[in-house]
């Protein structure tokens, strides 16, 4: 039995028509004919099985058999905040990891001591597309263009906010622990760049509403520890969603 096909397109109720990137997945790996049947997942909470009608050249037109609404597999939005890493093949694999482990939004930090401070966010939105295809999530995680760490964290928000760092002179909590005491809130988690935040940035963070938390008792690089907070999020909203 072939198996069947996701593909994200985000207008799938209007185009019929695969967009140029999955078309040439669709046609040139796949070698997809007419009559195949295909998944479509247009990112907003719904898969739709479709019937390939067309295929030639470089376009793939399809017709929706039945449109399937999908439930949240957790309560509350999971969303990271992270500065990224001087070796972008890190934070890369975070990215993606971090799709498929569920994660609603991710945004990227300018810190103080960030090495890094440029990320190409056409380039990520591919790798969250394809995490999202593997995955078979039927919503697609929201990027946002990296922001200086002061703008984010004056930035009013209704979310449970936490900083996550490793100065041991700042009280801090386990993020587990925290998480477990409002597993329905939208979470928000702050992660550092290689060299942590600066002990100034943890203090403007708890100042505008962030708690002060750890990840453990292990030092975790960068894209570990970013991972390593969404899957905490995760397991205190859900231990079935993984």
């Not at 967009?19 to 007419?34: G, Q």
């Not at 694999?93 to 440029?118: H, N, P, T, Y």
């Not at 009280?171 to 409002?182: A, C, G």
Request: hydrophobic share 40%; with cysteine; aromatic share 8%.
């Amino acid at each position: 039995m072939k198996e069947v096909r996701y593909f994200y397109t985000p207008d799938a109720c209007q185009s019929r028509e695969l967009p140029a990137d999955e078309a040439t997945h669709a046609l040139r790996v796949l070698r997809l004919s007419e009559g195949d049947e295909i998944m479509l997942m247009d990112g907003h909470g719904s898969f739709y099985r479709a019937e390939v009608t067309m295929a030639q050249g470089h376009h793939c037109c399809y017709e929706i058999k039945e449109t399937l609404a999908q439930q949240r597999a957790w309560q509350g939005m999971v969303h990271l905040a992270i500065a990224p890493t001087k070796m972008m093949e890190r934070m890369e694999w975070m990215v993606e990891k971090a799709v498929e482990v569920g994660v609603d939004s991710i945004s990227f930090l300018d810190c103080q001591f960030s090495e890094r401070r440029v990320v190409k966010v056409p380039r990520m939105e591919k790798i969250v597309i394809a995490a999202t295809k593997q995955s078979r999530k039927a919503w697609i995680t929201q990027l946002d263009e990296m922001q200086r760490f002061s703008d984010f964290v004056k930035t009013s928000r209704t979310t449970r906010k936490y900083i996550a760092h490793c100065y041991e002179e700042i009280h801090r909590t386990y993020l587990f622990d925290e998480l477990r005491k409002s597993p329905t809130d939208d979470a928000l988690v702050l992660v550092g760049p290689e060299g942590d935040f600066s002990i100034e940035e943890v203090r403007l963070a708890v100042a505008n509403g962030y708690q002060s938390v750890h990840l453990g008792s292990s030092r975790l690089r960068t894209e570990t520890a970013g991972l390593a907070a969404v899957m905490m999020m995760q397991l205190s909203k859900n231990n079935n969603c993984i």
